[in-house]
């Protein structure tokens, strides 16, 4: 095919679309299923609705191929374990006795289940539930769910296209199962799981998929050479199969790198790649192995990560030069739109100028339609599109909104002292085990306590003036009054107000923040039925006024146990938002870094003696490819250290860093220079203590031993094993006593009985030290 030809022949597509809908009806409808308010009918009529809704949207925007197996009502990494019959020893009894109880026994647990552990989908927010695999892991295929989505598709008239993640990548993604032999590497599962795929594609085929996707995410991490042969094997092998759809292989999130010449070599119909600003190295490379001629390539040119406008012009010319390089271009999102808000038309309260300046889901399903005219037709058959996008840009490139002048200034004259704290660690450690007299194992909790009924409906009402802002304020004192209250019979030795009057630990400070816009509606989904609606870092960024000092002091009035102030650290503040791509990553923290540095400022001013800056995504955000580490880690751990550096040595700097893996940045977490670490420990069975003793981590450290995203309440002696697990690589007074991770999500029956048995089984712990 020439490239006019390919051109012509140009559609549109997306791999994935938010399962929400526009009001979380699926969240709804999960929960209450829950709850048994509704029943597992009603549940699968509300998703089969929504699913039905999103393909219409997609449809009537344009799309010429819309993606089935993408929807889920919690993961679709779990989704593929129920499809390859994946099935931990210890579910397959709740899963034989009613397969949608036993699917979220798998991933939340229940009263005798522990649930799979969960992990940061490669450097998003989104958390998948990880595979355990064994050397006697026997698959079996279940395309029941897939093919039933397709024919749902098919049955509307629309042109489907099912989408699954791809054996190499979901082995890679998987954790050997408990027992398994050590050293165990679950890629040697391989050609058992081949032929499983190979079912599948061929119930896939006969259900009328003419295509179907397989996800290799995967690969555009730095892989071995064993690992990369296991791609060429797996390709090879299903590539030949004669009983099958065509394959269209997808990667996203960073250039592929060696596994390209892999991939366009083998015998599939299709690639999928992204060529936004991280993976733009595809462009090139795809060009030295010769492209791919004879085959489809979906160029994924509209970034599925941000919520800023494309600029098509600058896509056109990507997309241009692509033609040369394959028999047919279609045009796509980077990666699936899950990762982003529905529609910036339900948007009532950022400024209709600004609101230009973004694109959600639906908006980028219109880019990607525009820009497939466009490939097809030339830029006159969208010049009016054009005109409007040009004018967007500029008005974003031009408006005073993104650049304050004082901040840039303060920003430019940061000295390298200010990131380091005055006093090494030995002599800051002396100074505050005199000042706060903890035990060994001293016990805290992570930050946040259950948001109630009662808390969401008293924020609710002084949103729509039913209350005013007195009787709102008397309603958060009695909640922390209860918190305070609570921690000192339980008998926690470090307290926290609970963060009552937080909607979110990002959004939040966002509110309080310059620079920053908030949505209203622009959930994402963080996992399971957790949605998240991260705000818009739009311009420069500056703290007006304290942002936490007032109610930190109120709960230290109420107890002579030391309370800890509780921030959001600058590396998670744009990771956990939206965030600015017109100028460096690290300009950006470092602005965050000096207004949180004032804040914690005014909490020593104010007698704090204890102050947490979290820091979850400090691993979530590292780069995909080792090569592009340091630099990350550089400005990252500088923008902590700037925020906490002017604290004096009597005070105590915790951070915390929860679900993900951690064994790659353990120098960098010593360089944060933090006195205190927690991170999640529970589900992983305290493998990052491990780490951090093998790295040699002089500082003291909190692995949880409460998994929280669970509703299991753990028992004392859990609790008690966990923790001895833990002693086993940190010495005892340095080893703090901790959940996992803040307790909003969680009830508080729950809540209270978790952490009067954590209490307990540090009790009980602390008293074997003593007759040893």
């Known amino acids: 095919m020439t490239p006019k030809s390919a051109a012509a022949a140009a559609r549109s597509t997306v791999y994935g679309y938010p399962r929400q809908g526009q009001n979380r009806e699926l969240k709804k409808a999960i929960e209450g299923y829950w709850k048994g308010r509704v029943d597992a009918a009603s549940l699968h009529s509300t998703a089969a609705r929504l699913r039905r809704a999103h393909w219409r949207q997609l449809a009537e925007a344009g799309i010429d191929e819309v993606p089935t197996g993408d929807f889920s009502y919690y993961d679709h990494v779990l989704d593929t374990s129920v499809m390859v019959g994946a099935i931990p020893e210890r579910h397959r009894a709740a899963v034989a006795a009613d397969p949608l109880d036993g699917y979220f026994a798998m991933a939340r647990g229940s009263a005798d289940l522990a649930p799979l552990e969960m992990t940061k989908w490669f450097d998003t927010n989104y958390h998948y539930l990880v595979p355990e695999l064994g050397a006697d892991t026997v698959f079996s295929a279940d395309s029941g769910r897939q093919v039933a989505e397709l024919r749902e598709a098919l049955e509307l008239g629309l042109n489907a296209r099912p989408v699954l993640v791809g054996p190499v990548t979901y082995l890679l993604l998987a954790k050997p199962a408990p027992g398994a032999p050590s ?21 896939l085929r006969a259900a009328g998929a003419e295509w179907v996707q397989l996800d290799e995410p995967a690969l555009v991490q730095d892989r071995t050479p064993a690992e990369l042969n296991g791609a060429e094997r797996a390709y090879r092998e299903l590539g030949a199969l004669t009983d099958r759809p065509k394959l269209l292989v997808a990667s996203y999130f960073d250039r592929l790198g060696e596994a390209l010449p892999v991939l366009a070599k083998a015998p599939v119909e299709g690639l999928a790649l992204d060529f936004t600003e991280s993976a733009a190295a595809n462009l090139d490379a795809l060009a030295a192995v010769g492209g791919l001629p004879g085959k489809r390539l979906v160029a994924g040119v509209v970034n599925g990560r941000n919520i800023w406008v494309n600029d098509l012009s600058g896509s056109l010319a990507v997309l241009g030069t692509l033609l040369g390089l394959a028999g047919r271009v279609d045009v796509s999102a980077s990666c699936s739109l899950l990762h982003v808000p529905l529609d910036t038309s339900a948007e009532r309260e950022i400024e209709p100028q600004i609101l230009r300046w973004l694109a959600f889901a639906r908006q980028k399903t219109a880019e990607i339609v525009t820009l497939a005219r466009g490939l097809a037709g030339g830029t006159e058959a969208i010049t009016a599109q054009l005109a409007a996008n040009r004018a967007d840009l500029a008005s974003r490139a031009h408006s005073p909104l993104t ?38 194992l001293p016990t805290t909790t992570i930050g946040s306590f259950p948001q109630t009924t009662g808390l969401r409906t008293a924020r609710a009402d002084l949103r729509a003036g039913r209350i005013d802002t007195d009787g709102y304020e008397d309603r958060i004192r009695s909640e922390i009054r209860e918190v305070v209250s609570f921690q000192e019979r339980a008998g926690l030795d470090v307290l926290v107000h609970g963060e009552p009057e937080r909607n979110d630990m990002v959004q939040y400070f966002a509110e309080r923040l310059t620079g920053y816009l908030a949505t209203q509606h622009g959930w994402v989904q963080s996992y399971g039925t957790r949605y998240v609606r991260p705000p818009v870092l739009a311009g420069d960024v500056s703290r007006p006024e304290p942002m936490t000092v007032r109610w930190t002091t109120y709960a230290q009035s109420l107890t002579d146990r030391p309370v800890k102030g509780m921030l959001t650290g600058p590396v998670t503040m744009l990771a956990w938002s939206f965030v600015r791509d ?39 955000t590292l780069p995909l490819r080792a090569a592009d580490r340091p630099a990350y880690l550089d400005w990252a751990t500088e923008s902590f250290r700037l925020a906490t550096g002017g604290a004096g040595p009597a005070t105590q700097i915790h951070t915390h860093m929860c679900y993900a893996e951690f064994g790659d940045i353990v120098a960098a977490i010593d360089d944060l220079d933090a006195d205190v670490i927690s991170l999640e420990a529970a589900r992983s069975h305290m493998r990052v203590a491990h780490e951090l003793a093998g790295h040699g981590y002089p500082r003291e450290a909190g692995p949880g031993v409460y998994d929280i995203h669970s509703p299991r309440v753990p028992s004392t002696r859990e609790a008690a094993a966990l923790l001895r697990a833990g002693l086993g690589a940190i010495p005892a007074e340095r080893l703090w006593v901790n959940p996992d991770c803040g307790l909003k999500t969680r009830g508080w029956p729950e809540t209270r009985a978790s952490l009067e048995h954590l209490v307990a089984a540090a009790r009980i712990v602390r008293e074997e030290l003593g007759r040893s």
């Open 183 to 203: 050293g165990f590497d679950p890629l040697t599962l391989l050609d058992r799981l081949l032929p499983v795929y190979a079912e599948i594609l061929a119930d």
């Open 403 to 440: 650049r304050d002048p004082a901040v840039r200034a303060r920003t430019g004259a940061v000295t390298e002292s200010e990131t380091r704290r005055s006093q090494p660690y030995g002599e800051r450690a002396a100074a505050q085990r005199a000042r706060l007299k903890l035990p060994l």
């Open 582 to 620: 017109d100028q460096p990553l690290g300009d950006t923290a470092r602005q965050v870094a000096l207004a949180l540095r004032d804040e914690v400022g005014d909490l020593e001013a104010a007698g704090t003696p204890v102050i947490q800056v979290d820091e979850p995504a400090l691993r979530e």
